[in-house]
Nanobody, 118 residues
Framework: QVQLQESGPGLVKPSQTLSLTCTVS??????????WSWIRQPPGKGLEWIAQ???????SYSPSLKSRTSISRDTSKNQVTLQLSSVTPRDTAMYYC??????????WGQGTQVTVSS
């Protein structure tokens, strides 16, 4: 059973860089054909895809967030990390990581709440 666990700071000040980690257990992040996504949901709004990294290390980003986003991985720790720079209160959201396969996400973490506030 694949499990994903997000972790992060909880509270971030405006203009700072947010760093989130997704720790995967029960499966390797380098297993062929899976990809690993970060997705967020602001209060009262729908899900927004942020970025993904594939089993080979290839990356792709949401055009609206690309200039502020970096996704990376640590294969030795089986972790995927998201960095979002120059945060504002509009980045306040629940942040999820998910495993994707053939266009759909089949496993999700429970999410981690991020609040941007001074």
């Amino acid at each position: 059973q694949v499990q994903l666990q997000e972790s992060g700071p909880g509270l971030v000040k405006p203009s700072q860089t947010l760093s989130l980690t997704c720790t995967v257990s029960g499966g390797s992040i380098t297993t062929n054909y899976y990809y690993w996504s970060w997705i967020r949901q602001p209060p009262g709004k729908g899900l927004e895809w942020i970025a993904q990294i594939g089993y080979s290390g290839s990356t792709s980003y949401s055009p609206s967030l690309k200039s502020r986003t970096s996704i990376s991985r640590d294969t030795s720790k089986n972790q995927v990390t998201l960095q979002l720079s120059s945060v504002t209160p509009r980045d306040t959201a629940m942040y999820y990581c998910a495993r994707g396969y053939q266009g759909s996400n089949d496993y999700w973490g429970q999410g981690t709440q991020v609040t941007v506030s001074s």
